[in-house]
């Protein structure tokens, strides 16, 4: 088995993909059963030759994926890859290290330690917080998440990581109503429940309302307490307010933790940054690689300013990790043991784009988000309900017949068949409404007309 020609035709149909992908449409067009009659064949007895493995993966596949990295794809909070990350994430899969520890692999711990440093500046988090490059928001929030349970309950006296949790003092967790749910999941895992968590109103944007998070706060004083803010509604894209809310949640002695997977990144581009002014008095920060940074999928960053709690709530010895002096054990500040050396593609998008390339990609997905919603808002039956502040925003389809919610979902599923653009459904606030997300550096401002024509075609 010689590697050359799989290779070879691995490299031939993926800069095929990436050359066609601006004409090709954006939905899928097979449906499950056509997936499952190609693909699902006995498992051979016999071994095929790696090129036509790879030859046939893709003349199977192909019309089943979603062209997501596209430029008209604006569902869910996705995001595109640049051409450098996707070839470094190549070579990580060439190379196949174990970011585990700087023994299997010093390269992969020395640049995740340059991944780190060169985050935390264009975030503008503070240079001593400790870091984690996790598989994405989720790991983030759950890595996060276990660092402050340390943190709050063995200033309690109780210590999480021996004693487990039964007997320990409770816990809670404020939040907005318009969290993300891999919040939930994370307080689910941690042992911490469900019914720790204490929602909080929003304001009209989305953004977390001071006063009632401020009495919530004061109404019980005894409870170890984490707020979690958000830099980025998944709906609306809203910011909350960090210069207040912050010091309002640590004058109660709260651990402050920072939702911002794809909002933190308005932190790297000068005309959003003022979103985030006292972003950096958190505790701790998840955010997204995948998103906003367009990197190929499997990359998420978690920040913690108490590197102690951090390593307490993760940090693992065994005899066989040799200790080296002066370079971090990668695992003690992850959730994964062995895992992929997901840094040289973080690394290779940054030095590519450079400071001044991410604000440029960031900002102009965020000219594209504002000009898709106002350009879908000046069609008749459309009525926007989020402008977006960042790069979301929010409309829905009015109905002559009253039915906005089903007239929504229907034109929803019409704009999604068509091809030439995609967008998603969401329940926001009791109605269903269309979200408009623009994160992929391949957005150009031709796609955005194109969706904006496309969706006039099929309301007309
Ligand atoms: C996407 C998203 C998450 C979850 O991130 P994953 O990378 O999917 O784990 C969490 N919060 C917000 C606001 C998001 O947009």
Same mark, same amino acid.
């Given at each position: 088995?010689?590697?050359?020609?799989?290779?070879?035709?691995? @490299?031939?149909?993926?800069?095929?993909?990436?050359?066609?992908?601006?004409?090709? !449409?954006?939905?899928?067009?097979?449906?499950?059963?056509?997936?499952?009659?190609?693909?699902?064949? !006995?498992?051979?007895?016999?071994?095929?030759?790696?090129?036509? #493995?790879?030859?046939?993966?893709?003349?199977?596949?192909?019309?089943?994926? /979603?062209?997501?990295?596209?430029?008209?794809?604006?569902?869910?909070?996705?995001?595109?890859?640049?051409?450098?990350?996707?070839?470094?994430?190549?070579?990580?899969? #060439?190379?196949? +290290? =174990?970011?585990?520890?700087?023994?299997?692999?010093?390269?992969?711990?020395?640049?995740?330690?340059?991944?780190?440093?060169?985050?935390?500046?264009?975030?503008?988090?503070?240079?001593?917080?400790?870091?984690?490059?996790?598989?994405?928001? +989720?790991?983030?929030?759950?890595?996060?998440?276990?660092?402050?349970?340390?943190?709050?309950?063995?200033?309690?006296?109780?210590?999480?990581?021996?004693?487990?949790?039964?007997?320990?003092?409770?816990?809670?967790?404020?939040?907005?109503? *318009?969290?993300?749910?891999?919040?939930?999941?994370?307080?689910?895992?941690?042992?911490?429940?469900?019914?720790?968590?204490?929602?909080?109103?929003?304001? &009209?944007?989305?953004?977390?309302?001071?006063?009632?998070?401020? *009495?919530?706060?004061? @109404? =019980?004083?005894?409870? !170890?307490?984490?707020?979690?803010?958000?830099?980025?509604?998944?709906?609306?894209?809203?910011?909350?307010?960090? %210069?207040?809310?912050?010091?309002?949640?640590?004058?109660?002695?709260?651990?402050?933790?920072?939702?911002?997977?794809?909002?933190?990144?308005?932190?790297?581009?000068?005309?959003?940054?003022?979103?985030?002014?006292?972003? &950096?008095?958190?505790?701790?920060?998840?955010?997204?690689?995948?998103?906003?940074?367009?990197?190929?999928?499997?990359?998420?960053?978690?920040?913690?300013?108490?590197?102690?709690?951090?390593?307490?709530?993760?940090? +693992?010895?065994?005899?066989?990790?040799?200790?080296?002096?002066?370079?971090?054990?990668? %695992?003690?500040?992850?959730?994964?043991?062995?895992?992929?050396?997901?840094?040289?593609?973080?690394?290779?998008?940054?030095?590519?784009?450079?400071?001044?390339?991410?604000?440029?990609?960031? =900002?102009?997905?965020?000219? @594209?988000? %504002?000009?898709?919603?106002?350009?879908?808002? &000046?069609?008749?039956?459309?009525?926007?309900?989020?402008?977006?502040?960042? =790069? +979301?925003?929010?409309?829905?389809?009015?109905? %002559?017949?009253?039915?906005?919610?089903?007239?929504?979902?229907?034109?929803?599923?019409?704009?999604?068949?068509?091809?030439?653009?995609?967008?998603?459904?969401?329940?926001?606030?009791?109605?269903?409404? /269309?979200?408009?997300?623009?994160?992929?550096?391949?957005?150009?401002?031709?796609?955005?007309?194109?969706?904006?024509?496309? #969706?006039?075609?099929?309301?007309?």
């Amino acid at each position: 088995m010689t590697a050359q020609s799989a290779l070879d035709r691995a @490299h031939a149909h993926a800069t095929n993909y990436l050359n066609t992908l601006a004409e090709r !449409p954006v939905h899928p067009t097979a449906t499950f059963d056509d997936l499952r009659n190609r693909l699902h064949i !006995p498992l051979p007895d016999q071994g095929v030759p790696d090129s036509q #493995v790879i030859d046939d993966l893709v003349a199977d596949v192909s019309d089943g994926l /979603m062209a997501s990295s596209g430029g008209r794809f604006f569902g869910w909070v996705i995001g595109g890859t640049v051409p450098a990350a996707i070839a470094a994430d190549w070579l990580t899969s #060439v190379w196949d +290290q =174990n970011a585990a520890a700087p023994a299997c692999s010093p390269a992969s711990a020395i640049i995740e330690e340059v991944c780190g440093d060169w985050l935390k500046s264009l975030l503008g988090l503070p240079m001593d917080v400790s870091f984690g490059l996790v598989t994405g928001c +989720q790991a983030a929030h759950t890595t996060a998440l276990a660092a402050a349970r340390h943190r709050l309950l063995t200033a309690r006296g109780w210590n999480a990581e021996t004693d487990g949790l039964y007997g320990a003092p409770p816990l809670r967790l404020i939040t907005s109503e *318009s969290r993300h749910e891999s919040l939930i999941r994370s307080m689910r895992l941690l042992g911490m429940g469900t019914k720790a968590i204490e929602h909080v109103d929003c304001n &009209e944007d989305g953004s977390i309302s001071l006063s009632t998070l401020g *009495s919530a706060l004061s @109404h =019980n004083t005894t409870t !170890p307490t984490i707020v979690c803010l958000q830099a980025g509604d998944l709906n609306t894209g809203a910011f909350d307010d960090f %210069k207040q809310a912050i010091p309002l949640a640590k004058r109660s002695g709260a651990w402050v933790h920072v939702d911002g997977a794809f909002g933190l990144w308005a932190a790297a581009d000068s005309a959003h940054a003022h979103l985030m002014a006292g972003i &950096e008095a958190a505790d701790s920060w998840a955010t997204d690689g995948h998103k906003m940074l367009n990197l190929p999928f499997d990359s998420g960053f978690v920040f913690i300013a108490d590197p102690e709690a951090h390593s307490a709530a993760l940090s +693992q010895p065994t005899s066989y990790s040799a200790r080296m002096e002066g370079v971090r054990n990668q %695992k003690d500040w992850n959730l994964e043991w062995s895992r992929r050396a997901r840094g040289y593609p973080v690394y290779a998008a940054l030095r590519a784009l450079g400071r001044r390339g991410v604000a440029d990609m960031i =900002n102009t997905c965020c000219t @594209h988000a %504002k000009r898709l919603v106002r350009g879908l808002g &000046e069609i008749d039956d459309v009525e926007v309900l989020a402008d977006p502040i960042f =790069n +979301q925003g929010l409309v829905r389809f009015v109905s %002559k017949t009253g039915e906005h919610d089903n007239y929504t979902d229907a034109v929803i599923a019409r704009i999604q068949a068509d091809g030439a653009a995609w967008f998603g459904g969401a329940t926001w606030r009791h109605q269903r409404v /269309m979200r408009v997300s623009v994160c992929s550096w391949r957005t150009t401002e031709s796609d955005v007309e194109t969706a904006i024509a496309c #969706v006039r075609r099929i309301l007309t």
